[in-house]
């Protein structure tokens, strides 16, 4: 199954990496942005199955990419069929968010930071079996039956 194509937006050098590795030895596409201007100009270049946002970053908040993104047609803000808008957004915050702010954007889940690593890659997995029209399952990826194990950061990439 090819993997879906991933925009995501972090910041944090070391999460970032360690994200982007997990996602990657799975067949993920990904496309890294750490500020809100380069999301925007990615958003614009190629279509994505799936953001993962993260709230706080240097230059606007996440919610400023998603104002900008649903302004421009990338993002519908309209919940159907009790599922998010034409993109899946998945929002990473190391703050807690409002209900307010999740009823605004609809995103397609919210991952409180430290998040656990398999609910991100089975909600990239997932992403993946929508692009390729199959159904989506509720199987979390994991060592067993030959998938790849979750990949830690080095010890000096934690320390830096």
């Known amino acids: 199954m090819p993997g879906a194509r991933i925009l995501l937006v972090e910041d944090d050098n070391v999460l970032c990496e360690l994200i982007m590795r997990n996602l990657q030895i799975r067949g993920h596409d990904i496309r890294v942005a750490g500020d809100a201007h ?3 100009a990615h958003l614009r270049a190629a279509t994505f199955d799936l953001i993962l946002l993260d709230i706080n970053l240097p230059d606007q908040t996440g919610w400023d ?12 803000p309209v919940e159907v069929n009790g599922r998010a808008g034409s993109l899946p957004v998945v929002v990473l915050s190391a703050v807690r968010v409002s209900p307010g702010r999740l009823q605004e954007f609809h995103p397609l889940a919210y991952l409180p930071k430290p998040f656990p690593m398999e609910a991100l890659l089975r909600l990239a997995k997932e992403a993946a079996q929508r692009r390729n029209g199959e159904s989506v399952t509720e199987e979390v990826d994991g ?10 950061p080095d010890e000096e990439e934690l320390h830096a």
């Open 143 to 152: 060592e067993e039956a030959g998938r790849s194990p979750i990949v830690l």
């Open 65 to 76: 990419v998603l104002r900008t993104a649903q302004k421009e047609g990338w993002i519908s």
């Open 38 to 40: 380069t999301a925007l």
